[in-house]
């Protein structure tokens, strides 16, 4: 059974950093695309960031771009998003996603995987 369980969430002023893991049980991340979502209050599920399994590309949310990181760690079978410089506008419940897909989107419907969520608030 494919299960992602996320952590790292937490409270933060602005202008902290954060890191947030997702470890992949069940199958192997190293052939799946990984993504990271977040969702606002009364927002819709937005795009953070994604990365494919076979180039490593990666891809960002143009308001994140500079600030936030995604990674990745085949041989723990996780992986991570870094984020620095936050803002109280990143405050969100963040998912980590993944689908075994060969081009990693920030389209929340290409992903059938899902973790529970963290939440992260950015806040003085």
């Known amino acids: 059974q494919l299960q992602l369980v996320e952590s790292g969430g937490g409270l933060v002023q602005p202008g902290g950093s954060l890191r947030l893991s997702c470890v992949a049980s069940g199958f192997s991340l190293r052939y799946y695309a990984i993504a990271w979502f977040r969702q606002a209050p009364g927002k819709e599920r937005e795009g953070v960031s994604c990365?494919?399994?076979?180039?490593?590309?990666?891809r960002y949310l143009d308001s994140v771009k500079d600030r936030f990181a995604i990674s990745r760690d085949n041989a723990k079978n996780t992986y991570y998003l870094q984020m620095d410089s936050l803002k109280p506008e990143d405050t969100a419940v963040y998912y980590c996603?993944?689908?075994?897909?060969?081009?990693?989107?920030?389209?929340?419907?290409?992903?059938?995987?899902w973790g529970q969520g963290t939440q992260v608030t950015v806040s003085s």
């Open positions: 996603a993944a689908e075994s897909i060969t081009v990693a989107t920030l389209d929340a419907g290409d992903y059938g995987s």
């Open positions: 990365m494919s399994s076979s180039t490593g590309k990666s």
